[in-house]
């Protein structure tokens, strides 16, 4: 039966959409990002794009990019997809979650990088007191 519906499904545009969002999710899986990204990226860019589909593959783009060290990409996907006027609650939650945990994890990396550039107390008295 999975068969037959994944085949009737590979006719449809949601079908198809979706299978090459699997493909991204596939590639990411394997530590292939920049692969998964062009997928996905593709599958953003088609203007038969289901909109619940956008949805996933812009999140799961944005995973990618994390991945890949791209937080201000990741950033602008998972808020595109906070804005989307449709209701995708799982999608939705998801995306403010993992924008949460980018947000903390950022100011902890710059307030480490702050506190590692600051000069010490002695190198301002001059050293011996």
């Given at each position: 039966?999975?068969?037959?519906?994944?085949?009737?499904?590979?006719?449809?545009?949601?079908?198809?959409?979706?299978?090459?969002?699997?493909?991204?999710?596939?590639?990411?899986?394997?530590?292939?990002?920049?692969?998964?990204?062009?997928?996905?990226?593709?599958?953003?860019?088609?203007?038969?794009?289901?909109?619940?589909?956008?949805a996933m593959a812009m999140f799961?783009?944005?995973?990618?990019?994390?991945?890949?060290?791209?937080?201000?990409?990741?950033?602008?996907?998972?808020?595109?997809?906070?804005?989307?006027?449709e209701s995708f609650p799982k999608?939705?939650?998801?995306?403010?979650?993992?924008?949460?945990?980018?947000?903390?994890?950022?100011?902890?990396?710059?307030?480490?990088?702050?506190?590692?550039?600051?000069?010490?107390?002695?190198?301002?008295?001059?050293?011996?007191?």
């Amino acid at each position: 039966m999975n068969f037959i519906k994944r085949f009737t499904s590979s006719f449809t545009t949601r079908g198809r959409t979706l299978a090459q969002v699997e493909k991204g999710m596939a590639l990411a899986n394997k530590n292939q990002s920049d692969k998964a990204i062009d997928i996905y990226s593709a599958v953003i860019a088609s203007s038969e794009t289901p909109r619940d589909v956008l949805a996933m593959a812009m999140f799961n783009r944005a995973l990618a990019y994390t991945a890949t060290n791209k937080p201000e990409e990741a950033t602008l996907d998972l808020k595109a997809i906070l804005a989307m006027p449709e209701s995708f609650p799982k999608i939705k939650r998801s995306a403010s979650d993992k924008l949460v945990r980018m947000q903390r994890k950022i100011k902890r990396e710059s307030r480490a990088s702050s506190s590692e550039s600051l000069p010490s107390h002695d190198s301002l008295s001059g050293g011996d007191v």
